[in-house]
């Protein structure tokens, strides 16, 4: 053997003598001691229950969700979080320099987080977060790991940590081309403008237009699946005196063939913003002017050229 091949050898047992001990001095942060998976969700059939801190999410139909039994939860919402719990994972234990730190977060800071299938828990853990770190710990263990989502520049802890009334679905108006019974926007200072679409027998018809744009008709009705507020705002006697006082710009009123759907709006405009008031639960919404441009237009909208 050449003195340069042994030079080399000596070189590359230096070198793995260097790793082997950074790796073992990487201390106790290197090591996993629960498995890879423990907090992924890796199978959502049969889940029906999830306490996230003080919010219990509880199925109660094939695609219908209850927040603490006051409101139905948004769907994109809960997909969003079924998604998050079915890709979390560890990304590293927490470093031993911030362990006591981590812990203590942890300890006076955290969500609880439990997932029942079949009404019997699945996994439960505490979440907490600092920057844009997010750390969890198993309910049996001791140990803090900071979680990720592979390929995902997200704070899970700030997805978590919500509360009820943004868990709430905001879809004050909801149909679909199958089950909408009749739609009227009555505009009160443009009543040459009013819409009113309703089901005759096969298909629908606009009421004044007699040339109908079918193509056109059908996607404006199927918008209604993705009209949503912005907020539902807290109960404030100034604001409700003041709409009442003002003359509305329209009303719109929504009849589905499911019972539950229907709904009539109130919409006042406002310089800041655009307020509404839900007829079926009486509260105020706020809601954001450029999506309603998509929702308030006139009858003339479906009327189909003579070119056509």
């Given amino acids: 053997m050449t003195s340069k091949i042994k030079l080399l050898v000596v070189l590359n047992i230096v070198l793995l003598s260097a790793v082997l001990f950074s790796l073992s001095s990487t201390n106790k942060s290197s090591t996993l ?3 890879q998976g423990s907090f992924t969700l890796t199978d959502t059939l049969g889940i029906n229950r999830i306490e996230v801190g ?3 999410l509880v199925k109660t139909g094939p695609s219908r969700w209850r927040v603490n039994d006051n409101y139905d939860v948004q769907p994109s ?7 998050v719990l079915g890709r979390m994972e560890i990304k590293r234990p927490v470093p031993e320099a911030s362990l006591d730190t981590v812990k203590n977060l942890i300890d006076n800071n955290s969500i609880g987080v439990k997932i029942f299938r079949d009404n019997e828990i699945v996994t439960q853990y505490e979440l907490s977060g600092s920057g844009d ?28 940590n919500i509360d009820e009334n943004e868990w709430r679905d905001k879809r004050v108006l909801y149909t679909t081309w199958r089950t909408l019974q009749s739609l009227d926007i009555n505009y009160i200072g443009d009543p040459k403008n ?9 298909f629908y018809k606009v009421e004044g237009i007699t040339r109908l744009d079918s193509a056109k008709l059908y996607n404006y009705i199927q918008q209604y699946q993705d009209f949503e507020v912005d907020d539902y705002v807290e109960d404030n006697e100034n604001l409700r005196n003041s709409l009442s006082e003002s003359q509305p710009f329209c009303v719109v ?3 589905d063939l499911y019972e539950s759907r229907n709904n009539q709006l109130t919409i006042y405009p406002n310089d800041s913003t655009v307020y509404g ?6 509260e105020i919404v706020q809601m954001n002017r450029g999506m309603l441009r998509n929702f308030l237009v006139s009858r003339e909208e479906f009327r189909r050229s003579e070119k056509q």
Wanted: proline share 3%; aromatic share 14%; charged share 15%.
């Fill in 54 to 56: 003080e919010n219990v």
């Fill in 77 to 83: 919402r809960l997909q969003s979080l079924l998604a």
């Fill in 194 to 202: 009013r819409l009113t679409v309703s089901f005759d027998s096969a």
């Fill in 253 to 255: 009123s929504l009849n």
């Fill in 133 to 160: 770190e997010t750390y969890a710990r198993t309910a049996s263990g001791n140990i803090p790991y900071i979680v990720y989502i592979p390929g995902y520049f997200v704070n899970i802890y700030e997805l978590f």
């Fill in 33 to 35: 001691s629960v498995k």
């Fill in 277 to 282: 008031i839900s007829e079926k639960t009486g």
